[in-house]
C-alpha cells in the first residue's frame, strides 16, 4: 500500500511545479474554510478592488493616468454604495416587513384555496391529505416567525459589525486599487520566482473569472431594473423587493429562476386572484427569464465560461455547502479555477519531460 502510494505522487508530484501550485490551492481553501467569517471584509474588498480594476484599465487605455483613474471610479462607487445603503436597503428593508405582516393572511387565503380541492378534484385529492398539508404550513409559519425573533435579538450585535464593515471596505478597495503594484509584488515575493505553471493557471483563471464576475454584475443589475419597471408598470406590489430577488436569481443558474418564482406567482395570485392581470405578470415574468436566458447571457458571457450544466449544478451545491451564499455566487468562477487547474495540470509523462529538461538543462553547470 505504502508503494502504491508513493508510486502514485511521484507520477502526479514529482515536478516541483506542481507542489508549489497544490500546496497554493490547499492553503487557500483552508484559509477561506477555517478564517472567512474573520477575514470577510478583506476578502469582500479583494473582490470589489478586482471588480473595479477593469473600469481603471478601460480608463488607462484612453491615457488616462492611473491614480486619476482610480479616485474617478471609487467616487462612483463610493457614491453607489452610499445610496444603496441609505435609499435602498432600508427600501427593501420595509418591503420585506410588509410581506412578512401579510404571510399569515396570504396563508388563510391560501388554506381557503386548498380546502376547494377536494369539492372539485375528489379522485385526486382527499380532505384528510388537505389537513396534513395545512398542519405541516402552519409548523412552518410557527417556525418562521421564530426565526425572525431570534434574528432581531441579534441584529443589534451585527449591527455594529455591520457599521465597522462599511468603514473598512471603502477603504481597503481605495488602497487596493491605488497600491495594486506594491500589494502584488508583497504576495509575489513570499512565491518562488520560477512558476510556470502557477502563472499559466492565474492566467486561464483570470481571464476566465474577471470577465465571468463582471458579465455577472452587470447581468444582475440588467435584469433587477427591467423586473422593477414591469412590476412597476403592471402594479404589483413589493414590485422593488420581487424584481432584487429576480435579480439575484441569476446567481444560481437554473435552480434561482425556479426557487425565485415562487413569491413572484405568489404575491401575483394573492394581488389581483385568477384575473387577466396576473396572467399579464407571469407572462411579463416568463418573458424576463427567456431573454435573460437566451439574449442577455449569451451577448455577456459568449465562450466565456464553457461548463456543462451538470458541472455548474454541482459546483452550486459543492461550494454553496462549503461557504454558503458566497460559495453559490463564486460556483461557477471556482468551477473554472478547477477547470483550469485540470487543464493545465502535466500528465505524468509531462512531468518526466519536465524533469528530463531540467536535468539536461542543469548538467553543463554542474560541468563547469
Do not use: C
Not at 281 to 306: H, K, R, T
Not at 331 to 360: F, G, H, M, Y
Request: charged fraction near 10%; avoid cysteine; aromatic fraction near 12%.
Amino acid at each position: 500500500m505504502i508503494a502504491y502510494l508513493k508510486d502514485w505522487f511521484d507520477r502526479h508530484f514529482s515536478d516541483p511545479q506542481v507542489v508549489i501550485l497544490a500546496l497554493l490551492l490547499i492553503l487557500g481553501s483552508l484559509v477561506i474554510i477555517f478564517a472567512g467569517k474573520l477575514l470577510a471584509p478583506l476578502i469582500a474588498s479583494v473582490i470589489i478592488a478586482y471588480l473595479l480594476e477593469g473600469a481603471v484599465r478601460k480608463l488607462q487605455s484612453w491615457r488616462v493616468p492611473r491614480l486619476p483613474a482610480v479616485l474617478l471610479v471609487f467616487t462612483i462607487f463610493l457614491s453607489l454604495f452610499i445610496t444603496a445603503i441609505f435609499l435602498l436597503v432600508p427600501l427593501l428593508v420595509q418591503q420585506l416587513t410588509q410581506l412578512f405582516h401579510e404571510v399569515p393572511a396570504m396563508i388563510s387565503k391560501g388554506q381557503e384555496l386548498l380546502l376547494q380541492l377536494p369539492e372539485r378534484y375528489p379522485q385526486l385529492v382527499s380532505e384528510e391529505q388537505i389537513r396534513e398539508v395545512m398542519a405541516m404550513i402552519r409548523t412552518e409559519s410557527a417556525a418562521m416567525g421564530q426565526r425572525v425573533v431570534m434574528l432581531s435579538l441579534t441584529s443589534a450585535v451585527h449591527l455594529v459589525t455591520f457599521l465597522v464593515y462599511l468603514i473598512l471596505v471603502p477603504l481597503l478597495v481605495f488602497f487596493m486599487l491605488k497600491d495594486k503594484e506594491a500589494i502584488i509584488g508583497w504576495v509575489l515575493s513570499f512565491l518562488p520566482r520560477h512558476r510556470p505553471l502557477v502563472n499559466l493557471v492565474w492566467e486561464d483563471v483570470n481571464a476566465g473569472i474577471g470577465s465571468y464576475v463582471r458579465g455577472k454584475f452587470v447581468e444582475i443589475l440588467i435584469v433587477w431594473v427591467v423586473s422593477y419597471i414591469t412590476f412597476s408598470l403592471l402594479g404589483l406590489q413589493y414590485a422593488m423587493l420581487l424584481s432584487f430577488l429576480v435579480g439575484i436569481s441569476v446567481i444560481i443558474p437554473y435552480i434561482g429562476a425556479a426557487v425565485v418564482t415562487i413569491p413572484v406567482v405568489a404575491v401575483a395570485y394573492f394581488q389581483f386572484g385568477i384575473v387577466p392581470q396576473f396572467w399579464y405578470v407571469l407572462i411579463a415574468y416568463l418573458v424576463i427569464q427567456f431573454l435573460d436566458g437566451n439574449v442577455l447571457v449569451p451577448l455577456l458571457f459568449s465562450e466565456v465560461v464553457n461548463l456543462h450544466p451538470v458541472a455548474i449544478i454541482a459546483a452550486v451545491i459543492v461550494f454553496g455547502g462549503l461557504w454558503g451564499i458566497w460559495g453559490v455566487f463564486f460556483a461557477i468562477p471556482l468551477a473554472t479555477l478547477v477547470a483550469a487547474v485540470i487543464k493545465a495540470w502535466p500528465s505524468p509523462s509531462e512531468q518526466r519531460d519536465l524533469a528530463a529538461n531540467k536535468t539536461d538543462d542543469e548538467t553543463p553547470a554542474e560541468q563547469a
